[in-house]
């Protein structure tokens, strides 16, 4: 007999990215491996070079990936939110966590075991479709990142980091910035005082409007154009 927790559970898996259009009873069947585990904010969830045994699902919460480079300098890949999922690439390829997960808030996370996800997979292929299409959604991320990174300078990338903000908030023009600038600044390959001064040129130039942690797009056109050529 199913709980009211476990169907409140088996209820969320169904509206994540991950898993949404699975049937009820696969969605019972993960349910029943799932883990709901709790950090707190700033708590280690996983280091890079631990073994890849399961991946998670954000729950509540908000999860910072990461990377540091040998001179200590951190470099975040993504941030997830409720519904996301990571630390999926260790589950099929066997591997080690590429990367540093920390909780950037207190959150809670369902866990599912490689072991018993593969079994499953065995049994239901539709889980691997919807697994591989969530990694090539990530894939297309990861090479806009690095095409930003390498190719625009600071203003640009800032620019195609607000439109992306707009697009994922589905806010028309008004965004919410969801990181400190610190944490900002690091996703951007850049410095807190280099995207102060960023943020402050936008808004002098007329493409955007400040407001605390809210931002306006006032001029979507410009903003785009300075995403694509990448500076003034």
Known sequence: ???????????WLGETSLFVGMEEQHLRDLSGIAMVVSYKRRATIFSEGDPGNGFYLVKDGKVKIFMI????????LHIFGPGNPFG?????????????????ENSRL????????????????????????????????????????????????LAAHLLYLSEKQAAGDYLQLELSKTQLASLLGTIPETLSRMLSKLQREG?????????SIVDREGLEELAEIGKF
């Open 1 to 11: 007999m199913v709980d009211e927790r476990d169907k409140s559970l088996v209820k």
């Open 69 to 76: 480079s040998p001179d200590g300098k951190e470099q975040i």
């Open 88 to 104: 999926e690439v260790p589950v099929f390829a066997g591997q080690s966590f590429p990367a540093h997960a920390v909780a950037l």
């Open 110 to 157: 369902v866990f599912l075991p490689r072991d018993d996800f593969v079994a499953l997979v065995g049994v239901n292929p539709a889980l691997a479709l919807n697994l591989l299409a969530t990694l090539s959604q990530r894939l297309r991320q990861f090479t806009k990142m690095i095409d930003a990174l390498s190719l625009k300078e600071v203003p640009g990338r």
């Open 207 to 215: 493409l955007i409007v400040i407001e605390g942690g809210s931002i």
